[in-house]
């Protein structure tokens, strides 16, 4: 199809730039992460190759902001640290995989001993699950330390149920 401007000496017209990173599209064996994700010795491979799939997905796919790796020495785990939009708080994202079991104890230790990314002196009160599998497919799931209160919306203000009118 020609372009009906292209009589007149104009050049064709631009497609819109699409935003990407430098890094989408290469392998994760080739992404700058990598070598901080897999340098820590007591981590297993399959859990930091899982820690760089999520911090590709979050950080290339979702456009999380301010992203980081923290290492939980305690749990020998590799972590995630970012935050959803300019607006939100940092938040810890675990990577875990899919095909294996969530150990409570050890998630209440990470509760009972991580810190808040936003503050240091206060205790973990949430955290993100980054479920993936091998193949990168993920799902993310906020858990919290403890029982939370449902969102006010949700709570029927001033119900007005009179059971004596029958």
Not at 25 to 53: C, F, I, M, N, W
Not at 56 to 76: R, S
Not at 118 to 139: A, C, I, R, Y
Request: charged share 25%; net charge negative.
């Amino acid at each position: 199809m020609e372009n009906p401007a292209a009589g007149n000496g104009a050049p064709p017209p631009k497609k819109a730039a699409l935003k990407t990173s430098v890094w989408l599209g290469l392998p994760p064996s080739e992404h700058p992460k990598k070598t901080e994700l897999y340098k820590y010795k007591d981590v297993d491979a399959r859990q930091a190759h899982l820690a760089l799939l999520t911090y590709i997905d979050l950080a290339e796919a979702k456009n999380w902001l301010d992203m980081g790796v923290i290492h939980l020495d305690f749990l020998q785990l590799t972590c995630i640290v970012g935050r959803e939009a300019a607006t939100r708080p940092l938040e810890l994202v675990l990577p875990h995989a899919a095909d294996r079991p969530l150990q409570m104890d050890r998630l209440q230790l990470l509760f009972d001993r991580a810190t808040d990314p936003n503050d240091p002196s206060q205790g973990l009160q949430s955290l993100v699950f980054g479920f993936m599998t091998d193949d990168s497919t993920s799902v993310y799931y906020r858990m919290y330390n403890g029982i939370q209160p449902p969102k006010k919306s949700l709570i029927l203000a001033n119900a007005d149920i009179d059971d004596d009118e029958s």
